[in-house]
């Protein structure tokens, strides 16, 4: 099948030294040897705790952060090719930004508090000279009501803090969108969002997934949300991929130890079920998966089902 | 049967702002008994913190309690004088705020701040026995007792999170209310502090008001439980019994919104709309606006807001029982 997007070991360090004049680097693993790839049209979740490293994948994936090593392509609509993201010329560069887009975790922040909407919708059109300039208003008209904000003539002009907290979230969806891109990267879209909005703005998401092709990278640490938006997921535990695996797959037979952990850490909307306790030791668990110098190696248990680890057995703790 | 710890009767709140009177809490009524779980449920500025801080009369300044009565214990506490309160704070009554864990003084030992409390309200209390006590406190909520030489930045938010459950729980109330305590929180922290919390409950025998806008937590947590709506409570009753037959509409539209793990993968029900301005009160069912499948009573409005007993202390507001 077709790819948008495969990440080959991504590597992400930052160096924390102490000192201009130290000697010794202190390097810290933000995102340590990640593999994926996600086909055309499908989403994949990556879940994990904080600090495990999946913003910084999402930020190394969009180039907002150079990446420290590895491989990633995508898969360039206007070429009809896999591109390496190493070797493209600013105008590859340009393209990939166009069909590569993010939406991120707080609409409070994330939107120009002094531009109208209008603007902050046709920026991205601007800025890759998109269209005559009516054309890109006529363009910015028809995104609003895909997201669902109607009548799209009064929110225009209006202002970020004139909007709730969900239809900012759909003014950073409709900006996103706007370009066509087949591959966005979700950073928690919904996490700061109320119970009642969250499900029509995961609904939204859902629908123009369908509707327009695009895949997500939908970044979370709620796996039940997760379970929701996406075809796969990928656990993430201090810079590495644990597991991953088909959505239903990975939750009903889930194999590595810190997955049962995120699974049953979750509160489930009925009082008569009884959550399975499951307690590990993060230190070991620590020791298993970071003090190995070599990367782990994934090992298929069938049904496209991968874990990191020698041997399954390993995992039996 | 244990007896009724804190009885809260037709409490109304309303702050008082430029544009007019916001109803923040209308007419609400509940009990919490001896070392039950209650849980008070909610979307954001549904009333459920102005509750929490009007139990402890802790609201801000343009806050006003019109009517009604706050009984903890058999003692009212509307209308007391400031410095008969400051007895009842943290002696009788503590809470665990909203993102607590960020209002440690970072200057002063985490340790000392727990100590002062204490000794604001034991003052006769020699500091050793001081320091045991929250050694003895810091054992049950699971931290070392070398946490109490740090100051705050030196602990992650989980510990930081422990530390203030230890804090409200310093002069052994009666009654803890928790608002959010786990908002802030990774899922794996959250699960082991909802951990620490029933387990302290079920250890001290507290009695616990859980608030939160998370149903799952909600229906972990709590024996008994309310749903608020634009400040008033809409249903309230057994957390089972509200579970497995929700009545009130608005109830029946968050259970099937919440997305979970096990279990079939279920289409969600999503909520169109925004909850109504509260300004200057509302006479109507506050729901009817966004009510998916309005019953003609709740469209036409009309019914007042009233709870009707369903089953056995399970209340429900009227208008919506009907909806679809």
Avoid at chain 1, 64 to 86: H, I, R, W
Avoid at chain 1, 120 to 129: A, C, F, S
Avoid at chain 1, 195 to 220: E, F, P
Avoid at chain 1, 281 to 306: A, K, R, Y
């Amino acid at each position: 099948m077709d790819n948008v997007i495969e990440v080959n070991n991504l590597v992400k360090n930052f160096d924390v030294s102490k000192g201009f004049f130290s000697r010794n680097k202190t390097i810290v693993k933000a995102v340590d040897g990640i593999s994926f790839s996600i086909p055309k049209g499908e989403s994949l979740g990556l879940v994990g705790q904080s600090g495990c490293g999946k913003t910084t994948t999402a930020r190394a994936l969009c180039l907002l952060d150079p990446k420290t090593s590895g491989d990633v392509k995508f898969y360039n609509p206007e070429a009809d090719e896999m591109q390496n993201l190493d070797n493209l010329n600013d105008d590859q560069v340009k393209q990939f930004r166009r069909n590569t887009q993010m939406i991120f975790q707080d609409p409070y922040e994330s939107l120009n508090p002094r531009w109208t909407i209008k603007d902050i919708i046709l920026e991205p059109l601007n800025i890759h000279n998109i269209g005559s300039l009516e054309n890109r208003t006529e363009a910015v008209v028809e995104i609003l009501k895909t997201v669902g904000l109607t009548p799209p003539e009064n929110y225009l002009p209006r202002y970020p803090h004139e909007l709730s907290g969900g239809q900012r979230q759909r003014v950073s969806i409709a900006r996103s969108l706007i370009m066509n891109p087949k591959f966005v990267i979700c950073d928690e879209p919904t996490s700061m969002l109320d119970v009642s909005i969250r499900i029509s703005i995961m609904d939204l998401m859902l629908d123009l997934a369908k509707d327009l092709q695009v895949s997500y990278l939908y970044i979370t640490h709620d796996l039940a949300v997760a379970r929701y938006m996406c075809n796969r997921i990928a656990v993430m535990f201090n810079g590495k991929i644990v597991e991953i695996a088909k959505t239903e797959d990975l939750l009903s037979n889930p194999i590595h130890p810190y997955t049962k952990r995120l699974i049953s850490s979750i509160p489930v909307p009925d009082p008569k079920y009884t959550r399975e306790k499951y307690e590990i030791n993060f230190d070991e668990l620590d020791e298993i998966i970071s003090n190995n110098t070599e990367n782990l190696p994934m090992v298929d248990v069938g049904n496209e089902h991968f874990v990191a680890t020698h041997d399954v057995k390993d995992l039996l703790i | 049967m244990s007896k009724d710890i804190l009885v809260v009767d037709n409490l109304n709140m309303h702050y008082e702002t430029l544009e007019g009177k916001v109803m923040a809490v209308n007419n609400v009524t509940f009990s919490v008994k001896e070392g039950e779980s209650f849980g008070l449920v909610g979307e954001s500025g549904c009333g459920k913190s102005s509750v929490a801080s009007t139990l402890l009369q802790l609201q801000s300044d343009n806050a006003v309690i019109s009517s009604g009565s706050i009984k903890l214990d058999e003692k009212e506490l509307v209308g007391m004088t400031e410095s008969e309160l400051r007895k009842v704070r943290w002696n009788d009554i503590s809470i665990v705020f909203q993102g607590a864990m960020n209002a440690w003084n970072p200057v002063i030992k985490i340790g000392e701040q727990i100590r002062e409390a204490i000794r604001e309200h034991y003052p006769s209390n020699s500091k050793k026995e001081n320091t045991e006590k929250i050694s003895e406190l810091f054992k049950i909520v699971g931290l070392e007792d070398s946490i109490m030489d740090r100051y705050p930045h030196e602990l992650s938010g989980g510990m930081k999170q422990r530390a203030v459950i230890a804090l409200a729980l310093s002069c052994d109330p009666k009654i803890v209310i928790a608002d959010e305590p786990t908002t802030a929180l990774d899922v794996v922290i959250q699960d082991q502090i909802l951990k620490e919390i029933k387990k302290v409950q079920e250890l001290l025998g507290l009695s616990l008001i859980y608030i939160s806008h998370d149903i799952a937590v909600i229906a972990e947590m709590t024996d008994n439980m309310a749903v608020m709506y634009a400040g008033s409570i809409v249903e309230k009753g057994p957390t089972a019994s509200i579970f497995s037959n929700p009545r009130h509409a608005y109830t029946r539209l968050l259970l099937e919104s919440t997305p979970s793990v096990v279990g079939e993968k279920k289409k969600l029900r999503a909520l169109d709309g925004e909850p109504p301005s509260l300004i200057n009160g509302l006479d109507a069912c506050a729901f009817s606006p966004r009510c998916p499948d309005p019953s003609d009573d709740c469209k036409n409005g009309n019914l007042e807001m009233k709870l009707i007993e369903i089953e056995d202390g399970h209340w429900a507001d009227q208008c919506c029982v009907n909806c679809g």
